[in-house]
C-alpha cells in the first residue's frame, strides 16, 4: 500500500509515518500542493492523508488532481478547523472517505489508513 502524507508540520507527519510504516505500507510526507501533486504524478498513491488547512497551496486541487489521476485512490482530510464539521468536505471531494481533527491519535489515524488502504492494495 501506497500513502501519501500532505501536511504542514513535518513532525506530525513523521508520527503518522511511523505509525503508518509499522504496518508495512510506503509512506511519503510531502508539505505544499506542488510537492503532492509532483509526488502524485511520479508514484501515486492508494491513500492520501490531506490537511485542509495547507499554507502552501489547496488541498481540494490535490484531491481533485487525485481523483482524475488516481481515481481508486482515497483521501482521508484532516483539519483544525470546524469549518467542514458538518460533513461537507464529502459534497467537495469525491474521493474523501474521512474528515478528521488534525489531533486524531496516530494509532486511529494508521487504522483508517489501514481499513481504506486494504482494498486498494488487494487490487494490485
Known amino acids: 500500500m501506497r500513502v501519501l502524507i500532505v501536511e504542514n508540520n513535518p513532525d506530525l507527519g513523521k ?3 511511523a ?9 511519503s510526507v510531502e508539505r505544499c500542493e506542488e510537492d503532492a501533486i509532483g509526488h502524485l504524478a511520479q508514484n501515486g498513491a492508494d491513500v492520501i492523508i490531506l490537511n485542509l488547512d495547507l ?3 489547496s488541498a481540494l486541487a490535490v484531491a481533485d488532481y487525485a481523483a ?3 481515481p ?3 483521501v ?3 483539519t483544525s478547523s470546524s469549518f467542514f464539521s458538518d460533513g461537507s468536505i464529502f459534497a467537495h471531494a469525491a474521493n474523501a472517505c474521512a474528515c478528521l481533527h488534525a489531533q486524531t491519535a496516530p494509532e486511529d489515524m494508521a487504522a483508517l489508513v ?3 488502504g486494504r482494498g486498494a492494495s ?3
Do not use: M, N, S
Open 68 to 70: 482524475y489521476r488516481h
Open 114 to 116: 489501514e481499513y481504506h
Open 72 to 74: 481508486e485512490a482515497r
Open 15 to 17: 508520527v503518522w509515518a
Open 55 to 57: 499554507e502552501r497551496g
Open 122 to 124: 488487494a487490487a494490485e
Open 76 to 78: 482521508i482530510f484532516v
Open 19 to 27: 505509525h503508518i510504516l509499522r504496518q508495512g505500507a510506503e509512506v
